[in-house]
């Protein structure tokens, strides 16, 4: 490890990289050229003797290494930006930074935004990265095993449930599970998504046979197809569905818990401190 040869500059650039993970944007963002981006991480690397990033399919992820070398990087331009204010006698405030997914922001977030945050909108994955890498003061996602570098607060947990029309058969029924979907058409989030799979290995579970209508990426896509009648969904409890289109519980599936992410180190942090105490002000209850 050559920490002699440890660059500020790289440190900043690649913290830029890390909220992309993609050269091409992060350059652009730096206004350098991307073999420039490359030249800096890589010798960033080195100078550290450890890979800060890998391929995962066609997508870039951060070593755990990367997570903390872009937590380090960002903590320390927090604390140069802090030092000279300090030195001119200004007192910069700092908006606080939300990572979430399109439905949370969509369905449960939605005070929280209009309170002046910086937004971050990306999946679990990248969700978990922005909290772990300290680009996000706070995230909100739902989780299935909790994290044992992150904390993990929980906010809500909503049922499952299946959004039809109202005029479909299955409407008049308070509740249904899933045997009631057997031989149903659904309309389904793509195969790798989380929620797909924990559907299909239910329903397999089940012994419930059911067909693929059509797949499509995010509630509000999803609640559409349902809504040209091409086939139902299953989603989860905090998605309210658009006139013409009810809901109903799936009693057999288990609920699905959001949580609020942060660094335990940041414990007491007010940035982190004040939007969690909103979030869980404004959460809708299930």
């Known amino acids: 490890m050559d920490l002699d040869r440890l660059s500020t500059d790289a440190l900043a650039s690649f913290a830029v990289f890390a909220d992309h993970l993609n050269f091409t944007r992060a350059a652009e963002d730096l206004h350098i050229s991307q073999p420039s981006l490359h030249v800096k991480v890589r010798k960033l690397s080195e100078s550290l003797g450890r890979p800060l990033y890998r391929r995962r399919g066609r997508r870039l992820v951060l070593t755990a290494e990367g997570e903390a070398v872009a ?15 300090d030195l001119s006698g200004t007192s910069p405030a700092r908006v606080p930074t939300l990572a979430a ?4 922001y969509l369905y449960l977030l939605g005070d929280v935004v209009r309170s ?11 969700t978990l990265t922005a909290v772990r890498t300290g680009r996000a003061d706070v995230g909100v996602c739902v989780l299935d095993v909790l994290p044992g570098d992150v904390r993990a607060v929980p906010l809500a947990a909503y049922p499952q449930v299946l959004v039809l029309p109202g005029d479909h058969p299955l409407a008049a029924r308070p509740a249904l599970t899933l045997a009631d979907l057997a031989g149903a058409p659904l309309v389904v989030p793509p195969p790798a998504g989380p929620h797909r799979i924990a559907l299909e290995r239910a329903l397999r579970a089940a012994d419930v046979p059911w067909t693929l209508a059509v797949e499509a990426e995010g509630w509000p896509l999803l609640l559409h197809f349902v809504g040209l009648g091409i086939g139902l969904a299953v989603v989860n ?46 959460i809708p209850t299930p």
């Not at 997914?101 to 949370?104: F, N, S």
């Not at 002046?116 to 990248?126: C, H, P």
């Not at 519980?249 to 105490?277: F, N, S």
């Open 71 to 85: 937590r380090f990087a960002r903590d320390l331009d927090s604390r140069v930006t802090a030092f000279l204010a």
């Open 101 to 104: 997914g399109e439905g949370a």
């Open 116 to 126: 002046g945050v910086r937004l971050i909108n990306g999946d679990r994955a990248r």
């Open 237 to 282: 409890g905090c998605v309210t569905p658009p006139p013409g289109l009810v809901r109903r519980p799936i009693t057999d599936l288990p609920t699905v818990p959001y949580y609020a992410l942060h660094l335990p180190e940041r414990e007491g942090d007010p940035l982190v401190t004040t939007l969690l105490t909103r979030i869980q002000e404004t």
